[in-house]
Protein backbone atom coordinates (compact mmCIF):
# COMPACT_ATOMS: atom_id res chain seq x y z
CA UNK A 1 0.00 0.00 0.00
CA UNK A 2 1.57 3.23 -0.83
CA UNK A 3 1.69 5.83 1.60
CA UNK A 4 -0.11 9.25 1.48
CA UNK A 5 0.76 11.96 -1.20
CA UNK A 6 3.68 14.38 0.54
CA UNK A 7 1.36 17.70 1.38
CA UNK A 8 3.34 21.20 1.92
CA UNK A 9 4.95 21.00 4.80
CA UNK A 10 3.06 23.47 7.93
CA UNK A 11 5.16 26.03 9.21
CA UNK A 12 6.19 26.53 13.23
CA UNK A 13 7.71 29.28 15.02
CA UNK A 14 10.69 28.26 17.02
CA UNK A 15 12.45 30.37 19.64
CA UNK A 16 15.87 30.81 17.86
CA UNK A 17 17.71 33.05 15.55
CA UNK A 18 16.62 34.83 12.79
CA UNK A 19 15.57 33.33 9.48
CA UNK A 20 18.63 31.85 7.41
CA UNK A 21 18.56 31.78 3.54
CA UNK A 22 19.30 28.34 2.01
CA UNK A 23 22.83 27.89 0.87
CA UNK A 24 23.90 27.10 -2.33
CA UNK A 25 24.79 23.99 -4.30
CA UNK A 26 28.87 23.97 -3.92
CA UNK A 27 31.65 24.97 -5.97
CA UNK A 28 33.26 21.83 -6.50
CA UNK A 29 36.63 19.87 -7.35
CA UNK A 30 36.20 17.42 -10.27
CA UNK A 31 36.81 14.45 -8.11
CA UNK A 32 34.56 16.26 -5.10
CA UNK A 33 31.49 14.62 -3.93
CA UNK A 34 28.48 16.48 -4.50
CA UNK A 35 26.98 17.46 -1.52
CA UNK A 36 23.62 15.57 -0.30
CA UNK A 37 20.09 16.15 -1.50
CA UNK A 38 18.41 18.96 -3.00
CA UNK A 39 20.81 21.97 -3.94
CA UNK A 40 21.07 24.57 -1.17
CA UNK A 41 22.48 27.94 -1.02
CA UNK A 42 23.56 30.41 1.34
CA UNK A 43 22.23 34.16 -0.51
CA UNK A 44 24.24 37.03 0.07
CA UNK A 45 22.21 39.10 2.42
CA UNK A 46 21.83 43.09 1.21
CA UNK A 47 24.52 45.35 1.62
CA UNK A 48 22.38 46.78 4.38
CA UNK A 49 22.47 43.91 6.51
CA UNK A 50 26.76 44.16 7.03
CA UNK A 51 25.88 46.80 9.61
CA UNK A 52 27.32 45.88 13.22
CA UNK A 53 30.51 42.98 14.27
CA UNK A 54 30.84 40.35 11.87
CA UNK A 55 31.74 36.48 13.38
CA UNK A 56 33.22 33.85 10.17
CA UNK A 57 32.76 30.28 11.03
CA UNK A 58 35.23 27.33 9.24
CA UNK A 59 32.99 24.17 8.75
CA UNK A 60 35.37 21.41 7.94
CA UNK A 61 33.16 18.53 6.92
CA UNK A 62 33.96 14.52 5.66
CA UNK A 63 33.20 15.54 1.71
CA UNK A 64 33.55 19.64 1.95
CA UNK A 65 35.25 22.63 3.96
CA UNK A 66 33.29 25.75 3.87
CA UNK A 67 33.54 29.68 5.37
CA UNK A 68 30.68 31.19 6.51
CA UNK A 69 30.00 34.97 7.49
CA UNK A 70 27.62 35.99 10.31
CA UNK A 71 26.12 39.01 11.46
CA UNK A 72 26.44 38.66 14.95
CA UNK A 73 23.54 40.87 16.04
CA UNK A 74 20.98 39.12 12.97
CA UNK A 75 22.64 35.97 12.20
CA UNK A 76 22.43 36.90 8.84
CA UNK A 77 24.29 35.00 6.62
CA UNK A 78 26.59 37.18 4.86
CA UNK A 79 28.73 35.34 2.25
CA UNK A 80 29.84 32.05 2.06
CA UNK A 81 32.47 29.98 0.10
CA UNK A 82 32.57 25.77 -0.15
CA UNK A 83 35.16 23.62 -1.92
CA UNK A 84 34.75 19.90 -2.06
CA UNK A 85 37.21 16.87 -0.80
CA UNK A 86 38.17 13.83 -1.98
CA UNK A 87 38.73 10.96 -0.24
CA UNK A 88 40.69 8.11 -0.50
CA UNK A 89 40.42 4.23 -0.33
CA UNK A 90 43.60 2.44 -0.31
CA UNK A 91 42.17 -1.18 0.93
CA UNK A 92 38.91 -2.53 1.88
CA UNK A 93 37.93 -0.50 4.73
CA UNK A 94 40.68 1.63 4.70
CA UNK A 95 39.17 5.32 4.49
CA UNK A 96 41.94 8.30 4.50
CA UNK A 97 42.14 11.96 3.58
CA UNK A 98 45.26 14.02 2.88
CA UNK A 99 45.37 16.84 5.62
CA UNK A 100 47.31 19.51 3.02
CA UNK A 101 44.59 19.24 0.77
CA UNK A 102 42.00 20.10 3.87
CA UNK A 103 44.02 22.92 5.34
CA UNK A 104 44.42 24.58 1.80
CA UNK A 105 41.19 23.71 1.14
CA UNK A 106 40.10 26.04 4.43
CA UNK A 107 42.26 28.75 3.43
CA UNK A 108 40.85 28.70 0.18
CA UNK A 109 37.19 29.10 1.53
CA UNK A 110 38.62 32.04 3.81
CA UNK A 111 40.20 34.14 0.91
CA UNK A 112 37.50 33.57 -1.59
CA UNK A 113 35.06 34.57 1.04
CA UNK A 114 36.71 37.52 1.82
CA UNK A 115 37.00 38.35 -1.70
CA UNK A 116 32.96 37.75 -2.30
CA UNK A 117 32.62 40.12 0.88
CA UNK A 118 34.62 42.97 -0.59
CA UNK A 119 32.82 42.88 -4.32
CA UNK A 120 29.88 43.61 -1.99
CA UNK A 121 31.37 46.46 0.22
CA UNK A 122 31.64 44.70 3.11
CA UNK A 123 34.65 45.81 5.02
CA UNK A 124 36.34 42.34 5.96
CA UNK A 125 38.38 44.60 9.18
CA UNK A 126 34.40 43.84 10.65
CA UNK A 127 34.95 40.45 11.02
CA UNK A 128 35.88 39.98 15.00
CA UNK A 129 36.46 36.00 15.44
CA UNK A 130 36.62 32.95 13.63
CA UNK A 131 35.16 29.31 15.34
CA UNK A 132 35.61 25.85 13.96
CA UNK A 133 33.65 22.96 13.54
CA UNK A 134 35.08 20.10 12.30
CA UNK A 135 34.46 16.34 11.44
CA UNK A 136 35.33 14.22 14.26
CA UNK A 137 37.15 11.71 15.68
CA UNK A 138 39.43 11.69 12.59
CA UNK A 139 42.92 11.27 12.82
CA UNK A 140 46.04 13.68 12.19
CA UNK A 141 49.83 12.92 13.03
CA UNK A 142 52.12 15.71 12.15
CA UNK A 143 55.69 16.69 12.69
CA UNK A 144 56.12 19.79 14.72
CA UNK A 145 59.41 20.96 12.86
CA UNK A 146 58.46 20.35 9.52
CA UNK A 147 54.55 20.88 9.77
CA UNK A 148 53.90 17.65 7.24
CA UNK A 149 51.74 15.30 8.33
CA UNK A 150 53.49 12.02 8.74
CA UNK A 151 50.34 9.82 7.14
CA UNK A 152 47.00 10.53 5.61
CA UNK A 153 44.02 11.54 8.04
CA UNK A 154 42.41 8.45 9.12
CA UNK A 155 38.91 8.91 8.98
CA UNK A 156 36.02 8.70 11.21
CA UNK A 157 34.31 5.75 9.35
CA UNK A 158 37.67 3.72 8.85
CA UNK A 159 37.67 0.31 10.33
CA UNK A 160 41.15 -1.31 9.63
CA UNK A 161 41.73 -1.56 13.27
CA UNK A 162 38.94 -3.93 14.41
CA UNK A 163 41.49 -6.83 14.80
CA UNK A 164 42.81 -4.23 17.58
CA UNK A 165 39.68 -3.52 19.26
CA UNK A 166 39.66 -7.13 19.61
CA UNK A 167 42.84 -7.86 21.09
CA UNK A 168 42.46 -4.54 23.46
CA UNK A 169 38.23 -5.14 24.06
CA UNK A 170 39.90 -8.95 25.97
CA UNK A 171 42.00 -6.97 28.40
CA UNK A 172 38.96 -4.47 29.95
CA UNK A 173 37.48 -6.77 32.94
CA UNK A 174 34.25 -7.97 32.43
CA UNK A 175 32.95 -6.12 35.55
CA UNK A 176 34.92 -3.16 35.51
CA UNK A 177 35.26 -1.40 31.83
CA UNK A 178 36.86 1.73 33.18
CA UNK A 179 37.04 3.05 29.02
CA UNK A 180 33.53 3.11 28.73
CA UNK A 181 32.76 4.51 32.68
CA UNK A 182 35.57 7.00 32.21
CA UNK A 183 35.00 8.19 28.36
CA UNK A 184 31.56 7.38 27.83
CA UNK A 185 31.81 5.46 24.80
CA UNK A 186 32.38 1.68 23.86
CA UNK A 187 35.41 0.40 21.81
CA UNK A 188 35.35 0.63 18.48
CA UNK A 189 36.86 1.75 15.36
CA UNK A 190 35.43 5.03 15.30
CA UNK A 191 37.30 6.89 17.87
CA UNK A 192 40.53 8.12 18.10
CA UNK A 193 42.54 6.42 20.35
CA UNK A 194 42.54 3.28 18.55
CA UNK A 195 43.20 5.10 15.19
CA UNK A 196 46.23 6.57 16.76
CA UNK A 197 47.32 2.99 17.87
CA UNK A 198 47.46 2.13 14.39
CA UNK A 199 49.04 4.92 13.44
CA UNK A 200 51.83 4.32 15.69
CA UNK A 201 52.59 0.76 15.24
CA UNK A 202 52.25 1.10 11.40
CA UNK A 203 54.01 3.94 10.24
CA UNK A 204 57.65 4.32 10.78
CA UNK A 205 57.98 8.22 9.68
CA UNK A 206 55.49 8.56 12.92
CA UNK A 207 57.56 6.18 15.20
CA UNK A 208 60.51 8.09 14.44
CA UNK A 209 58.98 11.13 15.49
CA UNK A 210 57.60 10.43 18.26
CA UNK A 211 60.93 8.87 19.42
CA UNK A 212 62.30 12.34 19.09
CA UNK A 213 59.64 14.27 20.17
CA UNK A 214 58.60 16.09 16.70
CA UNK A 215 55.06 14.08 16.57
CA UNK A 216 51.78 15.89 17.66
CA UNK A 217 48.44 14.20 17.48
CA UNK A 218 45.25 15.86 17.21
CA UNK A 219 41.71 15.89 15.72
CA UNK A 220 40.80 17.65 12.22
CA UNK A 221 40.28 21.09 14.62
CA UNK A 222 43.90 20.83 16.32
CA UNK A 223 45.45 19.76 12.88
CA UNK A 224 44.02 23.03 11.56
CA UNK A 225 44.04 25.33 14.15
CA UNK A 226 47.65 24.57 14.95
CA UNK A 227 48.31 25.40 10.91
CA UNK A 228 46.18 28.44 11.14
CA UNK A 229 47.61 30.61 13.88
CA UNK A 230 51.21 29.95 12.82
CA UNK A 231 52.45 26.27 12.61
CA UNK A 232 56.10 25.50 13.01
CA UNK A 233 55.92 29.30 13.79
CA UNK A 234 54.22 29.02 17.24
CA UNK A 235 51.20 27.49 16.97
CA UNK A 236 48.85 26.65 19.01
CA UNK A 237 48.65 22.77 19.56
CA UNK A 238 44.65 22.47 21.24
CA UNK A 239 41.62 21.07 21.03
CA UNK A 240 38.28 21.36 22.94
CA UNK A 241 36.20 19.39 25.42
CA UNK A 242 33.87 18.01 22.60
CA UNK A 243 35.97 16.97 20.06
CA UNK A 244 39.07 15.66 22.92
CA UNK A 245 35.57 13.32 24.46
CA UNK A 246 35.68 11.60 21.38
CA UNK A 247 38.99 10.65 21.49
CA UNK A 248 38.52 7.83 23.87
CA UNK A 249 41.67 9.19 25.92
CA UNK A 250 39.60 12.25 27.42
CA UNK A 251 37.82 11.68 30.86
CA UNK A 252 34.32 13.45 30.44
CA UNK A 253 34.41 13.44 34.39
CA UNK A 254 37.86 15.34 34.89
CA UNK A 255 37.93 16.77 31.85
CA UNK A 256 41.36 16.20 31.23
CA UNK A 257 43.17 13.51 29.48
CA UNK A 258 43.46 10.23 30.96
CA UNK A 259 46.90 8.84 31.87
CA UNK A 260 45.01 5.39 33.04
CA UNK A 261 43.54 5.31 29.33
CA UNK A 262 46.88 6.77 27.52
CA UNK A 263 48.86 4.01 29.28
CA UNK A 264 45.88 1.37 28.37
CA UNK A 265 46.08 2.52 24.68
CA UNK A 266 50.22 3.18 24.99
CA UNK A 267 49.67 6.92 23.34
CA UNK A 268 52.57 8.93 25.26
CA UNK A 269 50.85 11.93 26.59
CA UNK A 270 53.37 14.39 25.14
CA UNK A 271 52.22 14.21 21.88
CA UNK A 272 48.23 15.41 22.67
CA UNK A 273 46.76 18.85 22.47
CA UNK A 274 45.85 20.94 25.25
CA UNK A 275 42.62 20.89 25.78
CA UNK A 276 40.50 24.27 25.95
CA UNK A 277 36.67 25.14 26.31
CA UNK A 278 34.64 25.59 23.18
CA UNK A 279 34.52 29.39 23.35
CA UNK A 280 37.89 31.40 24.37
CA UNK A 281 40.26 32.77 22.42
CA UNK A 282 43.14 29.88 21.64
CA UNK A 283 45.43 32.26 19.26
CA UNK A 284 44.95 34.84 16.15
CA UNK A 285 44.79 34.11 11.89
CA UNK A 286 48.74 34.41 11.37
CA UNK A 287 48.09 34.86 7.80
CA UNK A 288 46.02 35.76 5.05
CA UNK A 289 43.01 37.97 4.51
CA UNK A 290 42.17 38.11 8.27
CA UNK A 291 45.82 37.97 9.77
CA UNK A 292 45.37 38.79 13.56
CA UNK A 293 41.42 38.04 13.84
CA UNK A 294 41.12 35.72 16.87
CA UNK A 295 39.99 31.88 16.60
CA UNK A 296 37.69 31.67 19.79
CA UNK A 297 35.30 29.24 18.92
CA UNK A 298 35.82 25.16 18.83
CA UNK A 299 33.19 22.53 18.59
CA UNK A 300 32.84 19.06 16.93
CA UNK A 301 30.55 19.45 14.18
CA UNK A 302 27.42 17.51 15.96
CA UNK A 303 28.18 19.57 19.03
CA UNK A 304 27.87 23.11 16.54
CA UNK A 305 24.84 21.73 15.48
CA UNK A 306 23.36 21.38 18.96
CA UNK A 307 24.07 24.95 19.55
CA UNK A 308 23.14 26.14 15.86
CA UNK A 309 19.73 24.50 16.85
CA UNK A 310 19.59 26.38 20.11
CA UNK A 311 19.04 23.25 22.25
CA UNK A 312 20.65 24.59 25.39
CA UNK A 313 17.95 23.22 27.57
CA UNK A 314 18.13 19.71 29.58
CA UNK A 315 15.76 17.59 27.64
CA UNK A 316 16.32 19.14 23.71
CA UNK A 317 17.61 17.26 21.04
CA UNK A 318 18.34 17.71 17.27
CA UNK A 319 19.29 15.22 14.70
CA UNK A 320 21.89 16.05 11.68
CA UNK A 321 21.37 14.57 8.32
CA UNK A 322 24.79 14.78 6.77
CA UNK A 323 27.18 11.75 5.78
CA UNK A 324 25.90 9.98 8.93
CA UNK A 325 23.22 10.74 11.09
CA UNK A 326 23.85 11.93 14.67
CA UNK A 327 20.80 12.30 16.89
CA UNK A 328 22.03 14.41 20.37
CA UNK A 329 20.13 15.02 23.45
CA UNK A 330 21.15 17.45 25.36
CA UNK A 331 21.38 15.89 29.38
CA UNK A 332 22.35 19.33 31.12
CA UNK A 333 25.72 19.04 33.65
CA UNK A 334 25.18 15.04 34.29
CA UNK A 335 26.41 12.39 32.43
CA UNK A 336 23.75 9.97 31.50
CA UNK A 337 25.20 6.39 30.77
CA UNK A 338 22.78 4.73 28.47
CA UNK A 339 21.26 1.06 28.60
CA UNK A 340 20.45 1.26 25.08
CA UNK A 341 23.67 1.30 22.85
CA UNK A 342 23.87 5.15 22.75
CA UNK A 343 27.34 7.40 23.94
CA UNK A 344 27.63 9.98 26.67
CA UNK A 345 29.24 12.53 25.15
CA UNK A 346 30.25 16.25 26.37
CA UNK A 347 27.43 18.65 24.65
CA UNK A 348 29.66 21.82 24.80
CA UNK A 349 31.27 24.36 27.44
CA UNK A 350 31.04 27.60 26.44
CA UNK A 351 33.78 29.22 28.16
CA UNK A 352 36.76 28.64 30.22
CA UNK A 353 34.89 29.40 33.67
CA UNK A 354 31.35 28.50 32.58
CA UNK A 355 29.43 24.42 33.54
CA UNK A 356 29.49 21.73 31.05
CA UNK A 357 27.14 19.99 29.16
CA UNK A 358 26.91 16.40 28.21
CA UNK A 359 24.80 14.89 25.84
CA UNK A 360 23.46 11.20 24.74
CA UNK A 361 24.25 10.28 21.54
CA UNK A 362 23.06 8.22 18.42
CA UNK A 363 25.46 7.55 15.70
CA UNK A 364 24.27 6.28 12.84
CA UNK A 365 27.73 5.69 10.05
CA UNK A 366 26.11 5.56 6.83
CA UNK A 367 23.46 8.26 6.44
CA UNK A 368 23.38 10.98 3.33
CA UNK A 369 26.12 8.03 1.98
CA UNK A 370 24.22 5.96 1.08
CA UNK A 371 22.92 8.43 -1.61
CA UNK A 372 26.52 8.50 -2.52
CA UNK A 373 26.87 5.00 -3.31
CA UNK A 374 23.97 4.68 -5.39
CA UNK A 375 25.64 7.37 -7.31
CA UNK A 376 29.20 6.41 -7.41
CA UNK A 377 29.21 2.80 -6.78
CA UNK A 378 25.32 1.17 -8.03
CA UNK A 379 25.33 4.29 -10.90
CA UNK A 380 21.51 4.21 -10.84
CA UNK A 381 21.45 7.56 -10.49
CA UNK A 382 23.83 10.68 -12.14
CA UNK A 383 23.39 12.98 -8.72
CA UNK A 384 21.77 12.92 -5.71
CA UNK A 385 18.71 14.97 -6.45
CA UNK A 386 17.54 12.09 -8.36
CA UNK A 387 17.48 10.41 -5.69
CA UNK A 388 14.46 11.87 -4.32
CA UNK A 389 12.70 12.27 -7.63
CA UNK A 390 12.57 8.11 -8.23
CA UNK A 391 11.43 7.75 -4.61
CA UNK A 392 8.52 10.29 -5.00
CA UNK A 393 7.70 8.13 -8.24
CA UNK A 394 7.94 4.93 -6.63
CA UNK A 395 6.08 6.18 -3.15
CA UNK A 396 6.95 2.86 -1.89
CA UNK A 397 9.86 0.43 -1.85
CA UNK A 398 7.48 -2.39 -2.20
CA UNK A 399 8.77 -4.53 0.39
CA UNK A 400 12.58 -3.97 -0.60
CA UNK A 401 14.46 -3.22 2.50
CA UNK A 402 18.21 -1.52 2.37
CA UNK A 403 20.36 -1.92 5.28
CA UNK A 404 23.67 0.03 4.75
CA UNK A 405 25.94 -1.40 7.17
CA UNK A 406 29.07 -0.63 5.04
CA UNK A 407 30.90 0.23 8.40
CA UNK A 408 29.19 -2.01 10.45
CA UNK A 409 26.07 -0.69 12.18
CA UNK A 410 26.64 1.88 14.79
CA UNK A 411 24.00 2.99 17.33
CA UNK A 412 22.64 1.14 19.09
CA UNK A 413 23.88 -2.39 17.72
CA UNK A 414 27.64 -1.74 18.22
CA UNK A 415 28.16 -4.92 15.58
CA UNK A 416 31.18 -4.72 13.09
CA UNK A 417 30.14 -7.88 11.23
CA UNK A 418 27.13 -6.37 9.64
CA UNK A 419 27.73 -5.42 5.92
CA UNK A 420 25.25 -3.90 4.08
CA UNK A 421 22.58 -5.79 2.35
CA UNK A 422 19.36 -5.77 -0.15
CA UNK A 423 16.11 -7.67 0.54
CA UNK A 424 13.03 -8.30 -0.24
CA UNK A 425 13.46 -8.47 -4.14
CA UNK A 426 11.68 -9.23 -6.61
CA UNK A 427 11.45 -9.01 -10.66
CA UNK A 428 9.03 -5.98 -9.90
CA UNK A 429 11.84 -3.88 -7.81
CA UNK A 430 13.56 -1.19 -9.93
CA UNK A 431 15.80 1.45 -8.70
CA UNK A 432 13.23 3.54 -8.01
CA UNK A 433 12.27 1.28 -5.24
CA UNK A 434 15.70 0.90 -4.44
CA UNK A 435 16.00 4.95 -4.03
CA UNK A 436 13.15 4.75 -1.99
CA UNK A 437 14.25 1.88 0.14
CA UNK A 438 17.93 3.96 0.60
CA UNK A 439 15.25 6.87 1.84
CA UNK A 440 13.52 4.83 4.22
CA UNK A 441 17.34 3.46 5.71
CA UNK A 442 18.01 6.92 6.99
CA UNK A 443 14.78 7.16 8.26
CA UNK A 444 14.66 3.71 10.27
CA UNK A 445 18.14 3.83 11.63
CA UNK A 446 16.91 7.30 13.29
CA UNK A 447 13.59 5.65 14.35
CA UNK A 448 16.13 3.00 16.23
CA UNK A 449 18.08 5.54 17.63
CA UNK A 450 15.31 7.76 19.08
CA UNK A 451 13.36 4.55 20.43
CA UNK A 452 16.69 3.70 22.66
CA UNK A 453 16.92 7.72 23.90
CA UNK A 454 13.40 7.50 24.74
CA UNK A 455 14.14 4.38 27.07
CA UNK A 456 17.44 6.00 28.41
CA UNK A 457 15.45 9.13 28.99
CA UNK A 458 11.81 8.21 29.88
CA UNK A 459 10.33 11.12 28.50
CA UNK A 460 9.63 10.42 24.93
CA UNK A 461 10.26 13.24 22.16
CA UNK A 462 7.09 14.74 21.08
CA UNK A 463 9.10 16.55 18.49
CA UNK A 464 12.30 15.81 16.23
CA UNK A 465 14.22 18.90 15.36
CA UNK A 466 16.23 18.56 12.36
CA UNK A 467 19.40 20.21 10.18
CA UNK A 468 21.98 19.14 7.74
CA UNK A 469 21.79 18.89 3.87
CA UNK A 470 20.10 16.01 3.22
CA UNK A 471 16.69 17.98 5.15
CA UNK A 472 16.12 19.61 1.93
CA UNK A 473 15.06 16.40 0.58
CA UNK A 474 11.36 16.81 1.32
CA UNK A 475 10.51 12.91 0.57
CA UNK A 476 13.02 11.94 3.46
CA UNK A 477 11.46 14.54 5.76
CA UNK A 478 8.15 13.07 5.35
CA UNK A 479 9.27 9.67 5.31
CA UNK A 480 10.76 10.37 8.94
CA UNK A 481 7.85 12.06 10.43
CA UNK A 482 5.84 8.91 8.98
CA UNK A 483 8.42 6.59 10.24
CA UNK A 484 8.67 8.20 13.80
CA UNK A 485 4.99 9.37 14.18
CA UNK A 486 5.99 12.70 15.42
CA UNK A 487 6.18 15.53 13.67
CA UNK A 488 9.71 16.49 12.24
CA UNK A 489 10.77 20.17 12.51
CA UNK A 490 13.24 21.25 10.25
CA UNK A 491 16.18 24.28 10.56
CA UNK A 492 15.27 27.02 7.58
CA UNK A 493 19.12 26.79 7.34
CA UNK A 494 20.65 23.30 7.05
CA UNK A 495 24.26 24.25 7.91
CA UNK A 496 23.13 25.04 11.63
CA UNK A 497 27.05 23.49 12.59
CA UNK A 498 28.28 27.24 10.78
CA UNK A 499 26.08 29.00 13.24
CA UNK A 500 26.94 27.02 16.25
CA UNK A 501 31.01 27.50 15.59
CA UNK A 502 30.19 31.23 14.75
CA UNK A 503 27.85 31.81 18.17
CA UNK A 504 30.99 29.83 20.49
CA UNK A 505 33.70 32.38 18.79
CA UNK A 506 31.15 35.55 19.04
CA UNK A 507 30.37 34.80 22.49
CA UNK A 508 33.70 34.44 24.10
CA UNK A 509 35.38 36.49 26.82
CA UNK A 510 37.80 39.43 24.88
CA UNK A 511 35.15 39.35 22.00
CA UNK A 512 31.89 39.31 22.86
CA UNK A 513 29.86 40.51 20.00
CA UNK A 514 27.27 37.69 20.00
CA UNK A 515 24.74 37.30 23.08
CA UNK A 516 23.65 33.83 24.08
CA UNK A 517 21.21 34.68 26.10
CA UNK A 518 17.56 33.43 25.96
CA UNK A 519 16.01 37.01 25.63
CA UNK A 520 17.85 37.85 22.53
CA UNK A 521 17.15 35.05 20.22
CA UNK A 522 14.33 35.78 18.13
CA UNK A 523 11.83 33.34 16.50
CA UNK A 524 11.69 32.01 13.07
CA UNK A 525 9.88 30.04 10.88
CA UNK A 526 10.37 26.91 10.45
CA UNK A 527 9.11 23.34 8.20
CA UNK A 528 7.06 21.12 9.93
CA UNK A 529 6.46 18.00 8.60
CA UNK A 530 3.23 15.48 10.17
CA UNK A 531 2.82 12.20 10.20
CA UNK A 532 0.84 10.84 7.39
CA UNK A 533 0.18 7.37 7.80
CA UNK A 534 -1.45 5.41 10.33
CA UNK A 535 0.88 4.23 13.47
CA UNK A 536 0.29 0.79 12.41
CA UNK A 537 1.49 0.94 8.99
CA UNK A 538 4.72 2.71 10.77
CA UNK A 539 4.94 -0.18 13.36
CA UNK A 540 4.65 -3.15 10.74
CA UNK A 541 7.24 -1.33 8.27
CA UNK A 542 9.62 -0.98 11.08
CA UNK A 543 9.47 -4.47 12.31
CA UNK A 544 10.06 -5.52 8.54
CA UNK A 545 13.41 -3.62 8.91
CA UNK A 546 14.31 -4.73 12.34
CA UNK A 547 14.18 -8.52 10.87
CA UNK A 548 16.25 -7.28 7.55
CA UNK A 549 19.05 -5.34 10.36
CA UNK A 550 19.00 -9.41 12.00
CA UNK A 551 20.19 -10.67 8.83
CA UNK A 552 23.02 -8.03 8.04
CA UNK A 553 24.96 -9.06 10.88
CA UNK A 554 27.55 -11.93 11.71
CA UNK A 555 28.95 -11.68 8.03
CA UNK A 556 32.44 -10.54 8.16
CA UNK A 557 33.96 -13.76 10.68
CA UNK A 558 37.51 -12.63 10.06
CA UNK A 559 39.42 -9.49 9.09
CA UNK A 560 40.42 -9.49 5.14
CA UNK A 561 43.79 -10.03 4.66
CA UNK A 562 46.09 -6.69 3.90
CA UNK A 563 47.93 -8.60 1.13
CA UNK A 564 46.42 -8.18 -2.65
CA UNK A 565 46.30 -11.26 -3.79
CA UNK A 566 43.07 -13.26 -3.12
CA UNK A 567 43.56 -17.21 -2.23
CA UNK A 568 41.14 -18.21 -5.02
CA UNK A 569 40.97 -21.68 -2.75
CA UNK A 570 40.24 -20.41 0.78
CA UNK A 571 36.56 -19.45 -0.87
CA UNK A 572 35.51 -22.67 -2.28
CA UNK A 573 33.39 -25.10 -0.37
CA UNK A 574 34.95 -27.89 0.93
CA UNK A 575 32.46 -30.20 -1.29
CA UNK A 576 34.24 -28.94 -4.30
CA UNK A 577 37.64 -30.09 -3.04
CA UNK A 578 36.07 -33.22 -2.45
CA UNK A 579 34.53 -34.49 -5.48
CA UNK A 580 37.27 -33.08 -7.87
CA UNK A 581 40.22 -34.70 -5.64
CA UNK A 582 37.73 -38.25 -6.59
CA UNK A 583 37.31 -37.61 -10.31
CA UNK A 584 41.37 -36.68 -10.29
CA UNK A 585 42.56 -40.15 -8.46
CA UNK A 586 39.89 -41.96 -10.45
CA UNK A 587 41.14 -39.98 -13.74
CA UNK A 588 44.88 -40.84 -12.49
CA UNK A 589 43.87 -44.32 -11.89
CA UNK A 590 42.04 -44.95 -15.49
CA UNK A 591 45.59 -43.05 -17.20
CA UNK A 592 47.48 -45.55 -14.95
CA UNK A 593 45.76 -48.54 -15.87
CA UNK A 594 46.13 -47.34 -20.16
CA UNK A 595 49.60 -47.10 -19.94
CA UNK A 596 50.49 -50.18 -17.34
Not at 63 to 70: E, P, R
Not at 141 to 168: F, H, I
Not at 327 to 343: A, I, P, Q
Request: net charge negative.
Amino acid sequence: MAPAPYDEPDAVDVLRAPPQPTPPSPGKRETAPEPLGRPTGFMAAPKTAAGGPLVGAVVQGTDYSNFVVFNSKTSEVLSHHRVGLTQEFPKEGWIEQDPKQILQSVNECIEKTCEKLQELNIDISNIKAIGVSNQRETTVVWDKLTGEPLYNAVMWLDVRTQSTVETLSKKIPGNNNFVKSKTGLPLSTYFSAVKLRWILDNVRKAQKAVEEGRALFGTIDSWLIWSLTGGVDGGIHCTDVTNASRTMLFNIHSLEWDKELCDFFEIPMDILPNIWSSSEIYGRMKTGALEGVPISGCLGDQSAALVGQMCFQEGQAKNTYGTGCFLLYNTGHKCVFSECGLLTTVAYKLGKNKPVFYALEGSVAIGGAVIHWLRDNLGIIKTSEESEKLAKEAGTSYGCYFIPAFSGLYAPYWEPTARGIICGLTQFTNKSHIAFAALEAICFQTREILDAMNRDCGIPLSHLQVDGEMTSNKVLMQLQADILHIPVIKASMPETMALGAAMAAGAAEGVNVWSLKPEDLSTIMMERFEPQIKATESEIRYSTWKKAVMKSMGWVTGQPSESSESNNFSSLPLGFFIVTSMIMLIGARYISSIFS
